[in-house]
């Protein structure tokens, strides 16, 4: 049996890797959206899984719409 090796991240590189705060991480890991695994008292991430989230973020071209148009009020900048 062949198994793949695990490329486990720190909650502070994962959420380097993501630009975002630690703080918003745990937010998404507490929410599910995220997987994460407990040892102890220390908190890793599958780079994988964090990759698929990534993924699953992606917005499809058409999906913002709603935030360019036309309201028939000025737009800001």
């Known amino acids: 049996m062949v198994r793949e090796e695990i490329n486990w991240l720190s909650t502070r590189e994962a ?3 993501l630009g975002i705060t630690t703080r918003t991480l745990y937010r998404l890991i ?3 959206q995220i997987p994460a695994y407990k040892f102890g008292r220390v908190i890793r991430l599958q780079e994988h899984e964090v990759d698929a ?3 699953s973020a992606r ?3 058409g999906e913002l719409e709603h935030l360019y148009a036309d ?3 000025p737009e800001e900048d």
């Open 71 to 73: 309201s028939g009020t």
């Open 59 to 61: 917005i499809e071209p």
């Open 15 to 17: 959420a380097r890797q």
């Open 30 to 32: 507490d929410s599910g």
């Open 53 to 55: 989230f990534v993924q």
